[in-house]
């Protein structure tokens, strides 16, 4: 998988110079804070109202502002209180995404087929005449 694109996987060199000045320059604290304060705020005054018209469901306002949060300044979305269907989804899709790295199973460590493959190429098999 080639990743040359993404500035983190650059090698050091004219280009990585220019990216990295561009990156230095857009996301420096002042820069972002200039930027994503507006949003922060709105954000922050979402909370405060859901915490005063329902404070039992803590975590689902939380959980409900950080994706509107998240995805405001990632893609320009704003997220319905309590009844946006993409704040379930995003969710979910994040659970499966942590369920999938987390190895259950011996075998999700180890690349146990690709090693048999090598295995029986290389070892003499006693039944084979």
């Not at 990743?3 to 972002?32: C, D, E, Q």
């Not at 893609?75 to 259950?104: C, N, S």
Request: aromatic residues 10%; positive net charge; charged residues 20%.
């Amino acid at each position: 998988m080639d990743a040359g694109f993404a500035f983190t996987a650059m090698r050091f060199s004219p280009r990585w110079k220019r990216h990295r000045r561009l990156f230095t320059r857009h996301m420096n604290p002042t820069a972002v804070n200039k930027v994503f304060s507006a949003k922060q705020v709105s954000s922050i005054n979402l909370l405060l109202r859901l915490l005063l018209s329902d404070p039992a469901q803590l975590k689902k306002h939380l959980m409900n502002v950080s994706a509107n949060l998240i995805l405001g300044v990632a893609y320009g979305y704003d997220v319905e209180p309590g009844t946006d269907p993409l704040v379930p989804l995003v969710e979910k899709a994040m659970a499966d995404l942590t369920e999938g790295f987390q190895p259950k199973f011996l075998v999700n460590l180890f690349p146990i087929r690709e090693c048999t493959a090598v295995l029986k190429l290389s070892l003499p098999n006693p039944f084979v005449q």
